[in-house]
């Protein structure tokens, strides 16, 4: 279910008791040869290196593409560049030299393939602090590091290939999450009916923003769950009628009733910011799962309950929750997750190109696969709707919203890439969970 993100001081007690020169050399190699894989035009290359062990292993590439393959080191109209100026242990912003180096690849106008990690970029959070490369490729040595796959620097680090270097597989704080998570979702079994398939109760839908509830609800449905209802302001409810035809509708004086017949809510799909009361209510006087998303995150406060919860912000809603701008949150995402799990003790999922996910004294789950259609109003109310039927299914909380996470992005992948709509997402939800 989950891979292995790596930190800078993971990779040094990874690499701890083995032979420095022999894993330089075949880091080295690697890299000369994924050059001439995936460049096979380029004969001049141009090296940018430091004095550390990741200068040496740009090093050790160069000798081997002009000794063996007989490409020519150049340092102007070079056709390929090779960033290895700062490696997997730099902290806070390049400096001197090193800032002006990346400056001038950047400006090379070549193709530029990293060696482990961009320069400039915080292995160990993705954090960039100052002159980082924008890579068109990067080279890493055994494992996937979190700064290749949490924002800013993900978009820093172009096609990432990952390369044996001989060095064994060990735990790490933080992972990706895998397609292996679907088998996590439980699966329909006799004897069955509309309640024990999962019983979600919808709470939002205000005149306005109907189709936000009625996206939550659709998406639930089609995520496998046997029943959804949806509590909204009277006004709201015969166009909610029309919208979702399977879906009971109550009016939201009655959420509570109908939360008896539920076994997940999902709290927030265009309820409105006037409701905060409500969403505070439902989440303290009920033990169901919840996940909570949209208006149910506005001016939301710390709370106690054991049920299993899941919050659902993107970065300017986070940026809300822990009183910092959303330009914050995009450029310290694991911290601003952090603080979010340690304020309300719950799974927090974070938004964006790198869904992040994290729990109280776990480390953060990645789920990385970008697929930019997303970007397109009410896909995160379809998630919403996903991780409500796997909660109400039983599933545990964190991993109800990696597998939320993980089919959200199947099925809009299966969807145009141009021109997509959240209803897309929704209809190719039943084929990314039939079983492979």
Request: proline letters at 5%; a negative charge.
């Amino acid at each position: 279910m989950l891979e292995p993100l790596y930190t800078a001081d993971e990779m040094r007690a990874a690499e701890d008791g083995h032979d420095v020169p022999t894993l330089m050399e075949r880091a080295g190699r690697a890299v000369a040869e994924e050059a001439l894989h995936s460049f096979p035009d380029a004969r001049r290359f141009a090296l940018f290196a430091g004095g550390g062990a990741n200068g040496g292993d740009g090093r050790i590439a160069a000798r081997i593409l002009k000794e063996e393959h007989g490409l020519e080191q150049v340092e102007d109209g070079a056709d390929l560049v090779i960033d290895a100026v700062l490696g997997t242990g730099m902290r806070g912003a390049p400096r001197g030299e090193a800032a002006a180096t990346i400056e001038r690849i950047d400006a090379s106008g070549a193709p530029v393939l990293a060696v482990d990690i961009p320069s400039g970029v915080n292995a160990s959070t993705g954090e960039v602090e100052g002159a980082a490369v924008h890579a068109d490729m990067t080279v890493t040595m055994h494992g996937p590091k979190v700064g290749l796959d949490v924002g800013p620097g993900r978009f820093h680090a172009g096609d990432v290939i990952v390369v044996d270097i001989g060095l064994e597989s060990r735990e790490t704080a933080h992972a990706l999450v895998t397609r292996d998570m679907l088998d996590r979702i439980p699966r329909r079994r006799d004897p069955v009916n509309k309640y024990s398939a999962g019983s979600v109760l919808v709470v939002g839908g205000a005149r306005g923003t109907t189709g936000a509830a009625a996206l939550t609800a659709r998406a639930a449905f089609r995520a496998d769950a046997g029943y959804v209802a949806i509590a909204a302001p009277a006004e709201a409810l015969p166009t909610l009628e029309t919208l979702v035809l399977e879906a009971v509708k109550r009016p939201l004086e009655d959420a509570a009733a109908a939360a008896e017949r539920a076994t997940a809510l999902a709290l927030g799909p265009g309820l409105g910011r006037d409701q905060k009361q409500l969403v505070r209510k439902l989440l303290s006087d009920t033990q169901l799962p919840a996940v909570v998303d949209a208006d149910g995150l506005h001016e939301l406060e710390p709370f106690e309950r054991d049920a299993a919860t899941v919050l659902t912000p993107h970065s300017g809603e986070l940026g809300r929750l822990i009183g910092e701008e959303s330009r914050w949150v995009d450029a310290h995402r694991l911290e601003a997750l952090a603080r979010a799990v340690e304020w309300f003790r719950c799974v927090v999922l974070l938004k964006g190109a790198d869904t992040l996910i994290g729990a109280p004294e776990t480390g953060v789950w990645v789920v990385g696969d970008n697929v930019p259609s997303l970007a397109t109003a009410g896909t995160g109310d379809v998630l919403t709707g996903v991780i409500a039927a796997f909660l109400a299914k039983g599933m545990d909380a964190r991993e109800a919203a990696a597998a939320g996470a993980l089919v959200h992005r199947l099925a809009a992948a299966r969807g145009p890439k141009r021109g997509l709509v959240a209803s897309d997402v929704i209809e190719a939800l039943p084929s990314c969970l039939a079983p492979s």
